[in-house]
């Protein structure tokens, strides 16, 4: 979709809210330009050297002009902030809603917390939107009423009119497409530079390093100097189209000064009239100024536009709510001739696995780096679909399953899994309210949590830092654990989720996990081999196929 086709998409959402702003600034433009009258009448009346209540009454009006154009703009703003309101709610939702429906293969080039800070492109849609609104249209309206009410003057006003429009149209014509294209590098490279400062401050301690710290600099100075690039080429564009008005605006207003003097001299205008013109020519190219100043907005917004369509383009995961809302007594997992790869490789990651899981079953998956481990655990929690084959779930489909429901009674830890900003309680239980105390006191007693949290001053409302800054490695993965079990799930997917941990610690937790009380089913990759002692069946994995499936 074309940018300004999304722009247009975006203001008919508030259809009404801009239908008011126009209309509100279409009344402004012609109480702003029937005031040139007044002050033509007012002005034959200082002539004539007679003084009246006509020319009160005169005086009045147009005070009053100049109280109604103000009350309109203050109206006109707060239409103006309702809107800019709805956008940034409604954005925010957008990608609250879509960040985590994402699908997974739709991110595989992508890096998804960049994909995040585009949301800051809304604040420049929120303002931009709002100045072209408010300027665009009160400009374009006064440029159509001065031309007509010139014309009225004199016929010769009709060709300044059409010599305006024929400046707006060329300029826009042959400057939109590469205005957009510069600007469009420009933010490119804007983005660029962002996130490798969010790389500085997330590796802070690797640049400390007097060569790395320089090896920083460097870097940052070549995206500056390709982003300065874009930048220059753009403002050349919105020079070029400033310099086009400044040479109209020399000639239009010396012949316009030449032939309304020649007017008044031949008696074909007075004097008022003259005066009257030149106020409402002056009006009329500023408008035309505001408007071709107003293109650099115009380009920043239809770039913003774009940058976080680039996002609302991903494709969703399908999502299948199927009325019932019975929940599984268990679950079942029977993975048929699934393989897969990635979208940029001809060669499997997964070659064709055939793989029945039945409820209880207590798993490791074992295989050298590259074997496909994480990946097939990717696969089978529905994390990822495989190219081929299929996967049944108590006997169903899973990509015709509701996932929603399905996800509802698993968990799983993967790699790149850390907490969120939040308290400790939001951590674990996402402020469910159908978990209570006595799940929760279960949850962070199995993972061996509790001496933890009760050295705390605030205890479970503790405060938790972005990716566990303030938490030992080991707690933050006992967090994530607890977060796993709290709702007492069907089945658990972990990708080594005690490696940080002391080995008496992991081992305890590991007891915990696959004693016989719990009846979820796991399916684990480990380095611990703690793990093999416990799981009734252990499959290898090796080069993307199922070398070895033994049962204990």
């Not at 305006?164 to 205005?179: A, D, E, Q």
């Not at 804007?190 to 710290?213: C, D, G, Q, T």
């Not at 490789?345 to 295989?367: F, H, P, R, T, V």
């Not at 929603?404 to 308290?423: D, K, M, P, V, Y």
Request: glycine share 4%; proline share 2%; charged share 20%.
């Amino acid at each position: 979709m074309k940018p300004l086709k999304r722009f247009l998409n975006l203001l008919d959402l508030d259809k009404k809210d801009v239908s008011q702003l126009f209309f509100y600034a279409m009344f402004s433009g012609l109480i702003s330009l029937s005031l040139p009258l007044g002050i033509q009448a007012i002005v034959n009346f200082i002539q004539s050297g007679r003084v009246s209540a006509s020319w009160i009454v005169l005086i009045i009006l147009v005070v009053i002009g100049v109280a109604l154009v103000g009350i309109l703009s203050l109206m006109q703003l707060r239409i103006s902030e309702n809107l800019q309101q709805k956008i940034f709610v409604r954005s925010s939702f957008e990608f609250a809603a879509r960040l985590p429906k994402i699908k997974q293969a739709q991110l595989y080039n992508s890096y998804a917390p960049e994909m995040a800070t585009r949301f800051f492109d809304t604040l420049t849609i929120q303002k931009g939107t709002s100045k072209l609104l408010l300027d665009f249209s009160a400009a374009l309206l006064q440029i159509s009423f001065g031309v007509i009410l010139l014309s009225l003057y004199h016929p010769f006003f009709i060709i300044f009119g059409i010599l305006l429009f024929l400046l707006l149209y060329f300029v826009f014509k042959f400057s939109y497409t590469s205005g957009l294209e510069t600007s469009m590098e420009e933010s490119k490279f804007k983005y660029k530079v962002a996130n490798w400062l969010h790389e500085m401050a997330r590796n802070n301690y690797s640049f400390k390093n007097e060569i790395n710290y320089d090896f920083a600099l460097q870097k940052n100075n070549s995206l500056v100097t390709d982003y300065l690039i874009y930048r220059e080429k753009h403002f050349n564009i919105i020079k070029r189209q400033f310099s086009q008005l400044i040479v109209f605006k020399v000639f239009i207003t010396a012949g316009l000064l030449l032939i309304g003097g020649f007017l008044v001299l031949s008696q074909k205008m007075n004097i008022g009239q003259f005066v009257a013109s030149e106020i409402i020519i002056l009006l009329v190219i500023n408008s035309v100024e505001k408007i071709i100043l107003g293109l650099e907005t115009f380009y920043d917004v239809l770039t913003s536009i774009e940058k976080i369509g680039e996002l609302t383009d991903l494709e969703l995961e399908e999502e299948i709510n199927n009325d019932s809302t019975t929940c599984y007594t268990s679950i079942n997992l029977e993975a048929e001739n699934i393989g897969f790869k990635f979208p940029d490789s001809n060669k499997k990651i997964i070659n064709d696995i055939s793989l029945k899981i039945n409820q209880g079953e207590k798993i490791i998956i074992n295989g050298e780096n590259g074997s496909g481990k994480s990946t097939f655990i990717k696969i089978l929690c529905g994390l990822i679909t495989p190219k081929t084959g299929a996967l049944y779930i108590n006997d169903e489909t899973f990509r015709k399953l509701d996932t929603n429901q399905f996800r509802s009674q698993i968990a799983c830890i993967l790699h790149g899994e850390s907490t969120f900003e939040g308290t400790l309680l939001e951590n674990i239980t996402f402020n469910n309210p159908n978990i209570n105390f006595e799940d929760i006191k279960w949850a962070v007693e199995g993972v061996q949590l509790s001496s933890f949290i009760k050295s705390l001053p605030k205890g479970l409302d503790t405060p938790i830092f972005p990716e566990s800054k303030q938490l030992s490695s080991s707690n933050a993965q006992k967090i994530l654990l607890a977060r796993s079990i709290i709702r007492r799930p069907k089945m658990l997917f972990y990708e080594d989720p005690t490696s940080t941990m002391d080995e008496a610690e992991a081992n305890e937790i590991i007891d915990f996990l696959t004693s016989k009380e719990n009846k979820w089913s796991i399916i684990v990759s480990s380095k611990n081999s703690y793990w093999n002692t416990k799981c009734d069946r252990k499959i290898t994995m090796q080069k993307g196929n199922i070398q070895l499936d033994i049962n204990s």
